[in-house]
Structures are given as C-alpha cells and as structure tokens.
C-alpha cells in the first residue's frame, strides 16, 4: 500500500472530519455550559479544515 499525496490529504480529511463530528458532539451534549460553545467552535474548525484538505486532494 503506497500512500501518495493524495491518499495522505484524504486520510487526514477523514480524521479531521471524525474529530470535527466529535467535538460538535460533545460540546452539544456533554458540556452544556459555556465551554459547550468552545468545543463546538473547535469542531467547526476541523471541518472547515478537513473540507480544504478535501478540495486541495486533487491539486496538490
């Protein structure tokens, strides 16, 4: 199994996007105070992140 830039960029799109999902999770259901909002700004973060890596899998 070789793993080429581009399989590289979508496994780290993957991750981001599992992380991402988690962190929105717990800052709805686990954390309902204050630091809830933190941890879901966080999860939106990866998945902006994880949605550029996605776009950039072909170009780079």
């Known amino acids: 199994m070789s793993l ?3 399989k590289i960029l979508g496994y ?4 981001m996007l599992v992380m991402g999902i988690l ?3 717990l800052g709805a259901f686990r954390y309902r105070d204050i630091s809830g ?3 879901a700004a966080v999860g939106i973060g ?3 992140n994880a949605w550029v890596f996605s776009a950039l899998k072909g170009r780079v």
């Open 4 to 6: 080429n830039k581009n």
């Open 12 to 15: 780290a799109a993957l991750i």
């Open 23 to 25: 962190l929105i999770c």
């Open 37 to 39: 909002y933190g941890f």
């Open 46 to 48: 990866f998945l902006a």
